[in-house]
């Protein structure tokens, strides 16, 4: 036997183990090393591949387990034989000829230009696999619901998929009959797969690899439906008889393993198909064949339609190999391995396409996110008869379900419950504290008592802004639902109704960051208001409708004093005022200096017989410590306090609003009274010491100064009493404290870096000079 014999039977029984199989015939009997005839077809689809043909796509080299194969032969083959087949083996799993078959391939496709809508024809196909194919048990999956008949029903009778499906026909068909003829003749795999190629050289890659698919499922639908009927259909018993046909059933046990690794290849040709379909359907306005993503995966579509067409050959070499087993075959587990190898290779390039595919999505998203955002900024530009617009493409409704909630009954409702009214938009993540949610509830529902007011003429829709990079967990959709329940406004039902652009023009236009903003729509959709949050916290519904204008005519009508820095926090305070007590206000953590103060006070008010009542309003983001002092101060009768922190904390926020809303203004300290004061009071919170305010009724007089400089000024009270009657207490009190004043201090102002835009330069609120920028990182847990 020549050299290239040898190789060419080596081959073979490195599939199959070499039977002793006695050739009877009217003339002789002889006993020959062979195998049956119809098992030739099986064994071409694992020959070595001529040297031009033999290796695997490089996109898709996976790990091949050579030694189970030449455990397989070993026993059975002589040492030369055994040393060509690894020779054989290591050619057939290089690369180095990639280029060469793939050239091949490329050579077939000569496409006519014809556009075929395969998407029906593989909805059959993948209709015909699932039902034929058997189930681990060796039976047909009949697990197929009647909605999935109907659905396929539906599909299935258009026009348009029949006149495909009559054009088609006779290719699917002559596909069928050469796939069947040439694995029955024992063929080279590759000389088959090629062949079918040419036979499909006019058709596109999709439609390529989607009609010999569908060629495939005739075959295999015809052989399970014989199969399935056999035991009890005459008539397809008497086809089995004719095909000799096992019965699959009693042979289950041991088919198992070649079932089980024939439904996992078609599995995996099914995917990729799909995955290649895929590719041609992605929209041509957000992706072309020069975007590198999609570059990149066309150049693999060749690579993905042979393999996937190879197995459709190897498939079918088994099934024909299934006429008239032998038992010896049966129990094979050759061929098992061999498909398990296929489907390997096919799932790798499968997982390398969606891969790619992922990618050009991603790229069809950005593009589309893009074309949102700029429709969006149009739309925004754009004047509107009302407000429907807007708030439709602001809010996704999602299949005509009402995207809305309403906050006292929490049913779903339309966005035309909006049409033509003053809409504030408050927008948030999951994390808005409490304190915030506490204060704009009880000013809600304020407006709601008298709802006929001008300045109830509003309505409030949350709009919860969440990072859709990272998993929505239960933990989240938990956290979201708890604070949907709190809020008597409207909210979305989702957070996924706000789309991606929605979010970029949140973010970039309104500059959301972190802290909570407020958007004012007035009734044709105009933004009339960017952030009107610090308008609410300062004046609350009176600011309505909003506007600029509004909040410059609301501080043409104020000056600096007590009522403005209470404002709505606590009515005892204004009981105070209008009976025209003297009130100080305190703040600081260190609850020595506020035993020293408080009792100090009490006593100079005593002696200068002024009605004085002291109220302690601790720091901004109050803590463990200020409720810890709120809770000495009640227990030894200091001084009154407030029990709840969200006041305390609405205080501090009160006044950087005002700073925020001043400075959107352009006022500054050097032209601006109320700034100078504010900046005074937020200078008194950054510092570490103590501090206090004095005012008597609702007089404009007002005495302040650090803890260490009121408390000696206190001390030292018998030094100035003489001035008290002819000049009033607080003016005395002034001039005491300029005397004590020196030119030496150190003043910090902490701003919020989410309050909104901070100024490039601040001067101090004392000297007037500029003050160094730092930037403070804080964590404070106390």
Known sequence: MSGGGMKNVVSQQAVQPLQTTTLRSPQTVQTVQTMPLQQQGLMSTVQPLPAQQNSLMSAVHHPVQTNSLMNTVQHTLPAVQQNALLRGD????????????????????????????????????????????????????????????????????????????????????????????????????????????????????DAKVVIALAAFAVNYGEFWLVAQLYPTNNLAKSVALLKQLPDILEHSDMLKPRFEALKNLIKAMLDVTKCIVEFKDLPAQYITAETPAMSMALAHIPTAAYWTIRSVVACSSQMISLIGLGHEYITSTTEAWELSSLAHKVNNIHGHLTKQLSICYQHIDGKRHIEAYQMLVRLFETIHIDNMKILRALIYAHDDQPPLVEGSTKKRVHIDV?????????????????????????????SRHQPTRTESQYEVVWLP????????????????????????????????????????????????????????????????????????????????????????????????????????IDPVILNWISEGRFICLYGGEDIEWIRKFTTTARAVAQVARIPLELVYVGKSNPKERVRKNIATITVEKLSHCWQDLTSIWFFWVRLESMWYSKMQHGKTVENDTIMQEIMTMLSFDGSDQGWAVISRGTSLEMAKAKGETILTSFTQYDAWKEHVEPKGFIPALNDHL??????????????????????????????????????MYRCCTD
């Open 90 to 205: 290591r050619h057939l799993f290089s690369s180095s000829d990639d280029n060469v078959m793939m050239r091949q391939i490329q050579a077939t496709h000569a496409p006519d230009g014809r556009e075929v809508n395969v998407k029906p024809l593989l909805n059959i196909v993948e209709d015909i696999l699932h039902r034929a194919t058997p189930s681990i048990d060796g039976a047909a999956d009949h697990a197929i619901t009647q909605a999935n008949m109907d659905a396929l029903e539906d599909k299935t009778h258009h026009v348009d998929f029949l006149g495909m499906l009559e054009a088609l026909s006779y290719t699917i068909h002559k596909i069928s009959c050469e796939i069947s003829c040439k694995c029955s003749g024992g063929g080279d795999a590759h000389t088959t797969t090629l062949a079918l190629f040419n036979t499909l050289s006019s058709y596109s890659w």
């Open 738 to 775: 300029h005397q004590l004043h020196t030119p030496h201090h150190c003043n910090r102002l902490i701003l919020p870096g989410t309050t909104g835009s901070i100024p490039e330069m601040v001067v101090c609120a004392e000297c007037g000079r500029p003050m160094e920028k730092y930037i």
């Open 418 to 446: 909006l049409r033509r009214k003053n809409v504030l938009l408050l927008i948030t993540d999951l994390d808005i504290s409490q304190e915030e949610l506490s204060i704009l509830e009880q000013m809600y529902r304020e």
């Open 465 to 568: 802004v969440v990072d859709r990079t990272l998993p929505w967990t239960e933990p989240k959709e938990k956290q979201f639902e708890s604070l949907q329940l709190l809020m008597p406004w409207y909210s979305v039902h989702h957070p996924s109704l706000l789309d991606p652009a929605v979010i970029k023009y949140i973010k970039e236009v309104w500059h959301f960051e972190k802290k909570p903003i407020l958007v004012v729509l007035d009734p044709q959709g105009r933004v009339v208001s960017p952030n009107a949050l610090h308008m609410m916290w300062i004046w609350g519904s009176l600011a309505f409708p909003f506007t600029s204008m509004r909040e410059e005519a609301l501080w043409k009508e104020e000056t600096w004093r007590l009522e403005l820095l209470v404002d709505g």
